[in-house]
T-cell receptor, first 116, second 112 residues
């Protein structure tokens, strides 16, 4: 399977604990995105990387959130001191540049987080 | 600021019929990309179709076609010959200067 993979698929944690999610993009894609999706809503952009550089962060990404992509391949998203409001599906996508400034993002299966 | 609007929270279609899912967008930038994604109950976002803002022809991918009306800022998805497996959430999205925004989605139900 050469698609985007994410681990774990599900995570249940207690409020105040730290969690870390991993995303492995499609190998030839140099851009990697993180999104958050809550029930009944479309995905909301969190941050993205071009190679190992984190180029943009949404204001949704509080200080408790940190993302890394140390070697320009896989990425991790860590949430410290989780809160119940962090419960959501966390989606990762990778992309290749298409014509006319567009790019197609291919999504992983997501990590569903439940904070108790 | 750019915005994506999907006005149909839910749609029903009879199997084998065609259905149109609406999407309008707002941006002041002349260069952008428009996308449709399918999200079944399993949660994975599946890329369906892409339209560049300068493309002269409407995009088509198998049973999917994008009815792009630039002056009206609409990018409706047409699914022909609906199948039961098409039942899912459908999201319209726009990418502009690396800023990808999604609409709220439309839940499509295909009836046998």
């Amino acid at each position: 399977d050469t698609g985007v993979s994410q681990n774990p698929r599900h995570k249940i944690t207690k409020r105040g604990q730290n969690v870390t999610f991993r995303c492995d993009p499609i190998s030839e894609h140099n851009r990697l995105y993180w999104y958050r999706q809550t029930l009944g809503q479309g995905p909301e952009f969190l941050t993205y990387f071009q190679n190992e550089a984190q180029l943009e962060k949404s204001r949704l990404l509080s200080d408790r959130f940190s993302a890394e992509r140390p070697k320009g391949s896989f990425s991790t998203l860590e949430i410290q001191r989780t809160e119940q409001g962090d419960s959501a599906m966390y989606l990762c996508a990778s992309s290749k540049i298409r014509r006319q400034g567009g790019e197609t993002q291919y999504f992983g299966p997501g990590t569903r987080l439940l904070v108790l | 600021a750019q915005k994506i609007t999907q006005t149909q929270p839910g749609m029903f279609v009879q199997e084998k019929e065609a259905v149109t899912l609406d999407c309008t967008y707002d941006t002041s930038d002349p260069s952008y990309g428009l996308f449709w994604y399918k999200q079944p109950s399993s949660g994975e976002m599946i890329f369906l179709i892409y339209q560049g803002s300068y493309d002269q022809q409407n995009a088509t991918e198998g049973r999917y076609s994008l009815n792009f009306q630039k002056a009206r800022k609409s990018a409706n998805l047409v699914i022909s010959a609906s199948q039961l497996g098409d039942s899912a959430m459908y999201f319209c999205a726009m990418n502009n200067n690396n800023d990808m925004r999604f609409g709220a989605g439309t839940r499509l139900t295909v009836k046998p």
